[in-house]
């Protein structure tokens, strides 16, 4: 679970690490307000959306009055910003943070990530700050320093000079400095059980100190459960409302852009449908697992969300059953027809757990525009064949 | 032969007791594994499934001289299950249950590791020796005895790609699905390894995903070491970047974890790569020949 760069830095707050001060606004009166409030001459008015690239975007301004405040954060609110990572769609700027100017000196990079392959958390870090870290990593990787931790010992002494030394921070009072925010930062993330925290730029001010300009955090889903003020902060607007939908039916569902609707069970397979689909000319509208416990009621949910896309030209239904029985599938794909118009062709392959009953119940039930594929092959040529119109 | 778990095996089952554990161990014993007791704290002493339940592992081992748990407990329960099956001296914890954290998966397996205790998964099928000891959720019936060793991140692709097999006139060695989480337990290079060294294996079929860079570091570990004919699919090509497609560890972060680099590097490898499923079962009849 992602959150806003706001609630990022209430929480670097409440864990020690130095911020600028800010305050979050829904409207422009509410933005000139919080500026006041924040006093000083400059401010900054940065939309929050879960996107990088909000600068680069459009979205993060200056302001050097309070007209100005003003003026900004009616421009930004409301506007659909556009950055690399938004697509091209973009998204809707329903909050402006308002925070005070910081005097900046240097600007710095920090990240906490799992790394996959230690198998433990690391710290990464780099003197190029403000830049996208993955153009430093493939234009001057000897930049970034990463300094694994194991999290059964924690952070230790020799982990902060690695990084100070590796930043080229030579002041006593700086080392010591960073090396707090370092292990504060740390210490946040597992506490947290965050998947990502990432702030850039981290800088140091003229007057020597470090702050989180930006802030980035991502939450392990699976164990939100044991962090219910992380699962408050979930900003339900920001998600894509159709995956929203699905995931409370057991799904999951990603759009893609293609034409044939996919419904699969287990992820590996659902991907390599798409793949399939793919290899034979045609376009993969979607990514859906209905998952281990798929019943009537889900596929009819299935269908509905895949249907919704006006691009649909066919369905391609693809369930190897292991524990999701293949009966269960075909009375869910029989029910679907009742509740859905289901008005594109409907390419059906079941196999493994009941499929000879499967196939008995859809013969049965005689539903015009269902096609059966023999296996995976077979099936995504039928699917991609009646995408284009062909029987 | 074949590799970890054959018809002698003796099992027990973490989560015995509750309905996922209880429907699995079931179908398990019926194609015929050696489950010898279960193990469902406050419940020792009964029986289920004409099986003794223990309350703790070591207790369960002692008594029964279980190597192997198949675990089903809930997943903020997971670590906690992996770290006392360690413990208690088993030799391979099975772990199926989805959805365990990851900070949790990260103490669990950095525990096995230092008692020595092998881990498949979490959030996986498990690992079938085919027509001897099946120790996981997989449909028994689609596994012929045969020559052919799989490894696969993914449950139904594991599925999907057996069926292919056999359906050539081939069959399954032993089949492992080790799951798509970002931190598992055994992983490509260690079963790769296993499959290499077993004489029943003649050839090995390995199934990825986007995410991470397992399969990269496997196809120099293939180049290196591996001489008997590998086939593999890695799914997800047509997958967008910075979306999670299903697996918690199945993401492209930036340009990394693409399908194309890991296909490339494992082609570069010697290894016959197929860009769909769908071609696994043609692939293995090919370097079988």
């Known amino acids: ?391 | 032969m074949s590799i970890l778990v054959n018809k002698d095996t003796k099992v027990i089952v973490q989560g015995f007791t509750g309905k996922e554990g209880s429907f699995h161990a079931e179908q398990c014993m019926d194609y015929g594994t050696k489950i010898v007791g279960g193990v469902t704290p406050g419940k020792g002493g009964q029986v289920h499934l004409n099986k003794p339940v223990f309350n703790t592992v070591a207790e369960a081992v002692k008594t029964t001289g279980a190597t192997v748990s198949m675990i089903f407990v809930p997943p903020a329960f997971v670590a906690d299950a992996v770290m006392e099956a360690a413990a208690a001296g088993i030799e391979l914890a099975v772990i199926i249950t989805e959805g365990a954290p990851v900070r949790d998966m990260q103490a669990a397996k950095a525990c096995a590791v230092k008692n020595g205790m092998m881990t498949i998964g979490p959030n996986c099928p498990g690992v079938i020796t085919a027509e001897e000891c099946k120790i996981g959720i997989m449909p028994g019936m689609i596994f012929k005895k045969g020559n052919v060793g799989l490894i696969s991140k993914s449950g139904t692709l594991t599925y999907e790609g057996a069926n292919q097999v056999c359906k050539e006139g081939f069959g399954i060695s032993t089949a492992v699905g080790i799951g798509g989480d970002p931190i598992i337990g055994l992983s490509y290079i260690q079963l790769l390894q296993m499959f290499q060294d077993d004489e029943e294996t003649e050839a090995i079929v390995m199934i990825g995903e986007i995410g991470g860079d397992l399969e990269i570091q496997a196809a120099r570990y293939i180049k290196e070491n591996i001489t008997k004919p590998v086939v593999a699919f890695i799914a997800g090509q047509t997958a967008p970047a910075g979306k999670r497609m299903g697996h918690a560890g199945a993401i492209i972060s930036g340009s990394a974890g693409t399908a194309k680099e890991k296909m490339d590097a494992l082609e570069a490898a010697g290894v016959k790569v197929v860009v769909s499923p769908a071609e696994i079962g043609k692939a293995v009849k090919e370097v079988m020949a």
């Open chain 1, 1 to 391: 679970m992602n959150i806003h760069e706001y609630q990022a830095k209430q929480i670097f707050q409440k864990y020690g690490v130095p911020t600028p001060r800010g305050i979050i606004a829904n409207t422009p009166d509410q933005a000139v307000t919080n500026a006041q409030e924040l006093g000083g001459k400059i401010w900054v008015v940065k939309a929050q959306i879960h996107a990088g690239g909000r600068g680069l975007g459009g979205g993060v301004k200056l302001a050097k009055s309070i007209d100005e405040v003003r003026e900004l954060a009616t421009e930004i609110l409301g506007m659909t910003l556009v950055t690399h990572q938004t697509g091209p769609e973009g998204k809707l700027v329903q909050k402006v943070y308002i925070e005070e100017g910081a005097n900046i000196q240097d600007e710095l990079y920090l990240s906490v990530v799992l790394d996959r392959a230690a198998e433990m958390p690391i710290i990464m870090a780099s003197t190029e700050g403000g830049m996208d870290i993955e153009t430093v990593a493939e234009e001057t990787p000897e930049k970034i320093i990463r300094i694994a931790i194991d999290p059964a010992f924690g952070f230790q002494g020799y982990h902060g000079r690695e990084l100070v030394f590796g930043l080229g921070i030579t002041d006593k009072a700086e080392q010591k400095k960073m090396i707090d925010f370092a292990a504060k930062v740390y210490k946040l993330y597992m506490e947290n059980d965050a998947e990502m925290i990432e702030i850039n730029p981290l800088i140091k001010t003229t007057e020597g100190d470090f702050m989180a300009l930006d802030g980035k955090m991502a939450f392990d889903d699976s164990a939100l459960g044991r962090h219910p003020d992380i699962e408050d902060m979930r900003d339900i607007s920001e998600e894509d409302p159709d995956e929203r939908e699905a995931s409370q039916y057991g799904l999951s569902y990603i759009a893609l852009d293609g034409e044939i609707g996919c419904m699969v069970n287990g992820a590996g397979l659902a991907m390599g449908t798409m793949d399939t689909i793919n290899y034979m000319g045609g376009t993969p509208a979607n990514f859906l697992d209905v998952g281990g416990s798929a019943n009537a009621e889900t596929v009819a949910k299935g269908f509905e969300i895949i249907l919704k896309n006006p691009k649909v030209k066919a369905i391609f239904v693809n369930i190897f059953g292991g524990i999701v029985r293949c009966d269960r599938i075909a009375n869910g794909i029989i029910e679907a027809t009742k509740i859905t118009d289901v008005n594109v062709p409907v390419i059906v392959r079941l196999d493994g757990t009941n499929a000879p009953e499967a196939a008995e119940i859809l013969k049965n039930a005689n539903i015009a525009n269902l096609i059966v594929g023999d296996d995976l092959g077979d099936g995504a040529a039928k699917a991609v064949a009646a995408a284009k119109g062909e029987k």
